[in-house]
Nanobody, 131 residues
Framework: QVQVVESGGGLVQAGGSLTLSCTAS??????????MAWFRQPPGKEREGVSC????????YYADSLKGRFTISRDNAKNTVYLQMNGLKLEDTAMYYC??????????????????????WGQGTLVTVSA
């Protein structure tokens, strides 16, 4: 069993920055490599993949629209993955979810697959960007 818990959401002005955290726990972590990913769902819109990172951190993928503004990283000693968000825009307002799935590299396909095939999915943390 693996669980993930997100934190760090909040209200931020457009142009500002915010860092989300996702901490994984559970006996299922032992002896397995896990990809970690972030998804988001804006109000009234469909969920979309944001980014993923491999267990080693050597493989990352970002949605094209977010490259250059968002950075994903992880600290395996803390079982935690981070999403640093800079230059936030009104359209970044969304519920942000963290997910974990066994794997060793990230790609567009891996991120897309993780939305439906995962070992853990968090409750989400709300990010609201104001004008």
């Amino acid at each position: 069993q693996v669980q993930v818990v997100e934190s760090g959401g909040g209200l931020v002005q457009a142009g500002g920055s915010l860092t989300l955290s996702c901490t994984a726990s559970g006996s299922g972590l032992r002896g397995h490599s896990y990809n970690m990913a972030w998804f988001r769902q804006p109000p009234g819109k469909e969920r979309e993949g944001v980014s993923c990172i491999s267990w080693s951190g050597g493989s990352t993928y970002y949605a094209d629209s977010l490259k250059g503004r968002f950075t994903i990283s992880r600290d395996n000693a803390k079982n935690t993955v981070y999403l640093q968000m800079n230059g936030l825009k009104l359209e970044d307002t969304a519920m942000y979810y963290c997910a974990a799935a066994r794997g060793s590299f990230c790609s567009r396909k891996v991120l897309a697959d993780m939305e439906h095939t995962f070992d853990a999915w968090g409750q989400g943390t709300l990010v609201t960007v104001s004008a």
